[in-house]
C-alpha cells in the first residue's frame, strides 16, 4: 500500500523515485540503462562508441581486458549488477588514451559515474611487491586512472591487487 512516484522503466536515464507511506516518505535514485554489456567484446565496443548521457550495464560475468579501457565521455554511468558479480580485469583509464605503456590525456571527460563494479589487475603481490603478468602495462596504473577530472563518483566498487585504486594525477 506504499506509493512510488517517478519511476518509468521504458525510458533510459536517472530516476528520482520517491516512496511514501503514511506520514514516512524516503527517496533514491536508479539508473535505467540505454545500452548492455554482455561479453568482453561487446564491453569495448560499446565504451569505444558510448554517446554523452549514455548509462551502460554491464552484465554480471568476468570481463578480461588487453588494454585500459578508455572513457572518453562526459555525462556516462557506467554499472555492473555489483562488485561480487561484475567483475573487470584490468583498469580504467578516464579521459585519456593508452598507447604502449604511455598515457596521454585528453582532459575531455566530466560527470563520470562508476557504479557496483569489481577492479582486479593481472597481478600477482609476492614479498610486497607487486608484479603484473602483461608487462605492457605501466607499473604505475591504477585501478581508475584520471587527471583533473571533474565529477567523479565511484559507488560500491571493489578493487584487489592495486598499489594505488583510484589515480587522479
Known amino acids: 500500500s506504499a506509493n512510488f512516484k517517478g519511476f518509468d522503466s521504458t525510458t533510459s536515464g536517472k530516476k528520482e523515485i520517491t516512496v511514501s507511506y503514511g506520514k514516512f516518505t524516503t527517496s533514491f535514485t536508479v539508473f535505467v540503462a540505454n545500452k548492455i554489456v554482455d561479453s568482453e567484446e561487446n564491453l569495448v565496443t560499446t565504451i569505444n562508441n558510448a554517446s554523452d548521457d549514455d548509462i551502460i550495464l554491464i552484465k554480471k560475468g568476468e570481463y578480461n581486458l588487453s588494454s585500459p579501457l578508455e572513457i572518453n565521455n562526459k555525462n556516462l554511468v557506467i554499472g555492473g549488477e555489483s562488485a561480487d558479480k561484475t567483475k573487470l580485469n584490468g583498469f580504467v583509464l ?11 590525456y585528453s582532459n575531455l571527460s566530466e560527470n563520470i559515474s562508476i557504479i557496483g563494479l569489481s577492479l582486479n589487475t593481472k597481478s600477482t603481490v609476492k614479498n610486497n ?41
Do not use: M, P, Q, R
Open 129 to 169: 611487491i607487486i608484479s603484473f603478468d602483461d608487462t605492457k602495462y605501466n607499473y604505475l596504473l591504477a585501478g581508475i586512472n584520471a587527471e583533473s577530472i571533474k565529477g567523479l563518483k565511484v559507488i560500491s566498487c571493489k578493487f584487489t591487487g592495486f598499489a594505488t585504486a583510484i589515480k587522479i594525477k
Open 94 to 104: 578516464i579521459g585519456g588514451y593508452y598507447n604502449d605503456g604511455n598515457i596521454t
